[in-house]
Every structure is written in C-alpha cells, then in structure tokens.
T-cell receptor
Framework: AQSVTQPDIHITVSEGASLELRCNYS??????LFWYVQSPGQGLQLLLK??????LVQGIKGFEAEFKRSQSSFNLRKPSVHWSDAAEYFC???????????FGTGTRLKVLA | EAQVTQNPRYLITVTGKKLTVTCSQN?????MSWYRQDPGLGLRQIYY???????DKGDVPEGYKVSRKEKRNFPLILESPSPNQTSLYFC?????????????FGNGTRLTVT
C-alpha cells in the first residue's frame, strides 16, 4: 500500500541548532517527493520537491532534503533553525502518471529562543 | 498574484444545514482537489477534478459533493453537514494531472458543525 510516514509528531529545537525531519515512504513506482510547510492559520507552502536527478535538493528558506532510494526516505534538513521556522511540516509523495498525492501526518516544529 | 482563494475562512453551522465552500484559482490549472485536515491524520483527499466536468472520489468522499463547471472554480458542497465533518478544509490546484507538479493550496476553511 502507498503511504508516507513521518515518525516524529513533535520536535523541539533551539534557535541556531540544526534540524532534521524524517520522512519514509512506501510507493511502488518512481515517486515524486515534496515537503510542505504550514504556518499557523495558513495553507501549505511548497518548500522543495524531488523529481529526478541530484538526490540532494535545495528549497526555499534554507531547507534541503536528500532522497535515499535504498532507505525509501526523503528527510528534510536545515543547518541553523530560525524562530520563524516554527510550523508544521508535511512530506508528500505522488507518482508519474497519477493524480494521487499522499501526505504524511505532519511534524510540528517548536523553536526555543 | 497567482493564488487559490477559498471562502469563507471560518464557518459555524448546525447539523443538516446545507453549505458551500467556494474555491477559485487564477493559474489556469487543470487539476483541483479538496482535502480535510484533522489532528493526527494529516491531509486526506475528499474529491478531485482533472478537468472541467471531470470529478472523482478521493479517500473520504462520504457526505460531500463537488462540481467543476468552470476550470477556475471547484466548490465543495455539504448537503447535510454533521458534527464529524468539523474540520479544516483545504482546496488545492496543480498545473499537471500526473503528479510531477506541486500543489498550490488555499488558506483553508475552518468548519464547525454543531
């Protein structure tokens, strides 16, 4: 079955610390992978996407993610977190030739000053 | 500005009173979709549309209807709302129908059914 797992429901980090949010997927075909961020009271905004090619992708706001096919993972990273990064983060997967986007349950990030 | 616009942002209603949540996009996107977001469940797809007059059920379609008479509009209709439909709803659109294009989201509609 197709699925996306974000094992961490909540993560708390100090401002300036590094961040890694985990995402594992189960998908039969070659996946298209996305990370979205949802700030309070807002819709979801695309951070970055992976379709093919270089497995390390850069996104907005200083985020990056690495696609590891052998581990079925697409973890999101940021070297130094800012207080404004506090939000909920969603990993999603879609497939070639399909209309179906599957979302993880989200990871809520709290940033300590 | 390219955007997906949902209205209203907040809605409180009573059980059984029909309501419509509107969604409009100005990007000429073919694909549009409705999701509901509930704590611990992430986003679940309600209905989607791949083009005008083409709609299909997502994962949780019960109790909802949609229509796609124009490319830009994709309203969500609850003909007889129930308390279990209290949720945060998002409309989204995408340029492509084939998964290789990111979704653009509206700001959400928080619905409370009492």
């Amino acid at each position: 079955a197709q699925s996306v797992t974000q094992p961490d429901i909540h993560i708390t980090v100090s401002e300036g610390a590094s961040l890694e949010l985990r995402c594992n997927y189960s998908y039969g075909a070659t996946p298209y992978l996305f990370w979205y961020v949802q700030s309070p009271g807002q819709g979801l905004q695309l951070l970055l996407k992976y379709f093919s090619g270089d497995t390390l992708v850069q996104g907005i706001k200083g985020f990056e993610a690495e696609f590891k096919r052998s581990q079925s993972s697409f973890n999101l990273r940021k070297p130094s977190v800012h207080w404004s990064d506090a939000a909920e983060y969603f990993c999603a997967v879609a497939g070639s030739g399909t209309y179906k986007y599957i979302f993880g349950t989200g990871t809520r990030l709290k940033v300590l000053a | 500005e390219a955007q997906v616009t949902q209205n209203p942002r907040y809605l409180i209603t009573v059980t059984g009173k029909k309501l419509t949540v509107t969604c409009s996009q100005n990007m000429n996107h073919e694909y549009m979709s409705w999701y509901r977001q509930d704590p611990g469940l992430g986003l679940r797809q309600i209905y989607y549309s791949m083009n005008v007059e083409v709609t299909d059920k997502g994962d949780v379609p019960e109790g909802y209807k949609v229509s796609r008479k124009e490319k830009r509009n994709f309203p969500l209709i609850l003909e007889s709302p129930s308390p279990n439909q209290t949720s945060l709803y998002f409309c989204a659109s995408s340029l492509s129908r084939t998964g290789n294009s990111p979704l653009h989201f509206g700001n959400g509609t928080r619905l409370t059914v009492t």
